[in-house]
């Protein structure tokens, strides 16, 4: 049981190109979501899932698409990166079993946008 | 969306029991209360979790009173290693609507 996993674990990008963060989890759980963490700050809500084929914009979507194909795998894209979107993101699944919420997160990944 | 309000550092020493308290005021019926640890380049981690009085971990204790509008995470006897980020979290059962995770509080512990 590997929990959840993200890869790359780092990335350095240039202004304008795209990439695909991966994420995928073992619990079959059923909500999944992305995060992102910038210095000195909290987590921020950029997109969720609650299910295969049904995803949700979060706090701070813009650039980034999701989409949820399997329960298991949750990528988040980035279209064209900018230096704003230079940050750790984290994914993370949610049990929500017998009224319980908790969520369990990735190792992140550090990217950065020249 | 149900906003929280935490400390942003809190200091202590090795043994001594550390309390953080959350406020949030607009916490729905349905809403839970979790805390989160989180250590330097990891992601965070689930402490605890209530709805309402008293519950206890083997890690730590959240009291919530009755109005719901606060929580406090009790840590007893800390060490070095819970030096930490804490986060309150308020979520909702059903989605995603209330989650919201503020600044947390930067637990500092010395010798």
């Known amino acids: 049981n590997a929990g959840v996993t993200q890869t790359p674990k780092f990335q350095v990008l240039k202004t304008g190109q795209s990439m695909t963060l991966q994420c995928a989890q073992d619990m079959n759980h059923e909500y999944m979501s992305w995060y992102r963490q910038d210095p000195g700050m909290g987590l921020r809500l950029i997109h969720y899932s609650v299910g295969a084929g049904i995803t949700d914009q979060g706090e701070v979507p813009n650039g980034y698409n999701v989409s949820r194909s399997t329960t298991e795998d949750f990528p988040l894209r980035l279209l064209s990166a900018a230096p704003s979107q230079t940050s750790v993101y984290f994914c993370?699944?949610?049990?929500?079993?017998?009224?319980?919420?908790?969520?369990?997160f990735g190792p992140g990944t550090r990217l950065t946008v020249l | 969306l149900a906003k929280t309000t935490q400390p942003i550092s809190m200091d202590s020493y090795e043994g001594q029991e550390v309390n953080i308290t959350c406020s949030h005021n607009?916490?729905?019926?349905?809403?839970?209360i979790t805390w989160y640890q989180q250590f330097p380049s990891q992601g965070p981690r689930f402490i605890i979790q209530g709805y309402k009085t008293k519950v206890t971990n083997e890690v730590a204790s959240l009291f919530i009173p009755a109005d719901r509008k606060s929580s406090t995470l009790s840590l007893p006897r800390v060490s070095l290693s819970d030096t930490a980020v804490y986060y309150c979290?308020?979520?909702?059962?059903?989605?995603?609507?209330?989650?919201?995770f503020g600044k947390g509080t930067m637990l500092l512990v010395s010798p």
């Open positions: 607009n916490i729905a019926t349905n809403d839970y």
């Open positions: 993370a699944s949610r049990e929500t079993s017998g009224g319980a919420n908790t969520q369990y």
């Open positions: 979290l308020v979520e909702g059962y059903s989605g995603y609507s209330t989650l919201t």
